[in-house]
């Protein structure tokens, strides 16, 4: 038998258990009823009864033969993102190694290894953990170390009721200067000025900080470190303001990262204002209403043109309107003020004057959106193009409208652009139209039918313009032949017009991975190469055809930071090389992670061994069960763990000596009872 041997007391019952128990319940009785009657010499007759019960349950002698297992002890390597920015990865690399070496010479010691990473919220050490002893026996853990920069977002959460070292790759004289932003909205009005906060971290009393909103040029601010400083930005329209900050980095910085942010709000307003100026009423007049009228967040003017100033049809004054419209104020003063301006079926009269139509052509150039539905009085040379709003508008008419029954079609770019390539799925069962107005194109046709553009899109100067060439889509939306996707399709026109993000055609989206930059371009033609600026240094990125109108490229960042990518006449700026903003918030190590009180139960210590991970480790003691893990050292648990190999049992006594012992104890009664005189004295 050897140390690890354990020898303890069995049964092996000659009879069920309950049996037994009810024999000893009868036996104990009848003692207790033997000594109520008088009887003499009980103790005899229960140890008869206690021998009988004992024989019967079998007992023997068990023995174990246990073989000692080793303790196990987790090495847990962080491969987190905030690792490779700040280059510890190779060091973490190498302080496994020599840990690994020094623990392989410690006798009845197991090391295992694992690698954790970071999820969305930054590094979690619990989940790693849990990783690398979920098949680990816990009486079998000797503890657990950690090699690592020490920056973890549940410090408290991850104890454990065994020692957690830290191995710190870093030195605890790292400088980081970074950019906290403390507060900014994702969506602003438009016309106000809001507000971002940021805050700039360094061990310098001030840096420079530069500020740039959208194209305009960038401004360069000394600002005070560890105070919020507020930066004002204008919404002067409706879409994104992107908005870059950046300070430069510094010598002996671990990383630049974090130098730079990048951000982005969305100009809105509370309520769209459209207005609807409609010429002489037909059956599509309530069909364009109740599209505009449907959206909740639109509130929609409509001016109804029904007789012209000279027009004498002996209409009783009485029922005249004694209310002027302000066509003045909508159309001069207040024209700032609305979102999207539709004409549909507009006829020239003498209602509205050039001056009026003017402004409107000058409002688009400015920022606007317009939209025209034309009638037949574009093909009389009487409707829009015959006004200075010709100037804006994305197609010519040319010649009388054609009546024929056609089916709407998507053009290839129509196909392709975001206002509709979500219909072409189901554009082969479009119900037909009867009536269109030849026209030639300059702006992007996204439906055409009986050999003529339908829907044309445009832009000028900074608005858009969008013309419908038939006064029949109206019948789509009254199931006409099987109808079609009237409100979808110019929903979604409209909302193309007020510059929605998400049906941008022609954009420039920037993605960020560990150590890559994606570029995703959307253009009608080829843009080229994007030209890519990080720290004052420009480079072309190739753009490859990835279908649909869209182009995609790549770079691989050497370093991470703020990039400006150009392409064509689109710019987007981002902070590239960083999968998870959170892992780059804060890159300087950090020894605290595991000091709060619960996490300190288990024991543990701190050791840093810089950047390269070269620094000496501290020497590794083996504790006993109860003790625990001081500040200094590496202290593992033995924690004594075996397992059992064989087995063998043995009789106490045998049978027989039972039987023998047994009868000792009946014939001692007997000569017992036997040698008892009873006294009876004489009456």
Known sequence: MNGNDLVKLGFDPWLPPLVLLGLAILGLGLVALYLRLGGKAPLTRLCLVLVALIGLSGPSQVREERLALTDIVSLLVDRSESMALTDRAAGAEVALRALKARLGQIENLEVRITYFDGS????????????????????????????????????EDAARPFPIHQILVGSPQERDRRIDLRSAPKQAPIGEITKVVVRVEDSDASVPLTVRVGTEAPQTLNVPTGEDIVIEVPIAQRGLVPIAIETPGVAGEVSTANNGLALSITGVRDRLRVMLVTGQPYAGSRAWRNLLKSDPSVDLIQFTILRPPEKQDFTPTEELSLIPFPTRELFLD????????????????????????DSVAQWVEGGGAFLMLAGPSEGLDEGVQSTPLKRILPV??????????????????????????????????????????????????????????????????????????SDQAWLWRRGYDGGGPFDELFRRTAHWLMKEADLEADRLLLRSQPGRLLIERQSSHDPGPAQVTLSGQTFPVPLSAAGNGVWRGESTMAKPGLVFVQSGDKSAFIVAGIGNPNEARLLTADPTALAGPQAKQGGGSVTWVGKAGTGPLPDIARLGKSQKAGAEGLGLRRAGATSVTATSRDAILPPWAYAILLAALALWAWWREGRLVVYRPKT
Do not use: C
């Open 120 to 155: 969305g919220a930054g590094t979690a050490l619990s989940s790693g953990l849990d990783q690398a002893f979920a098949d680990i026996p816990p009486d079998r853990v000797a503890g657990a170390i950690v090699i690592s920069d020490g920056r973890f977002i549940d410090g």
């Open 334 to 357: 207040k024209i700032d003020s609305f979102d999207l301006v539709v004409f549909d079926r507009f006829s020239r009269l003498s209602v509205l004057p050039d001056a009026y139509l």
């Open 396 to 469: 010519q008419s040319r010649g009388e409208p054609i009546e024929t029954a056609f089916r709407p079609a998507l053009t290839e770019r129509g196909r392709s652009h975001p206002v509709s390539a979500s219909l072409a799925e189901q554009s082969n069962s479009w119900g037909q139209w009867l009536r269109v107005q030849p026209s030639t194109a300059t702006g992007d046709v996204l439906l055409e039918g009986a050999g003529e553009p339908l829907l044309v899109l445009g832009q000028v100067g900074r608005g858009r313009v969008a013309a419908v060439m």
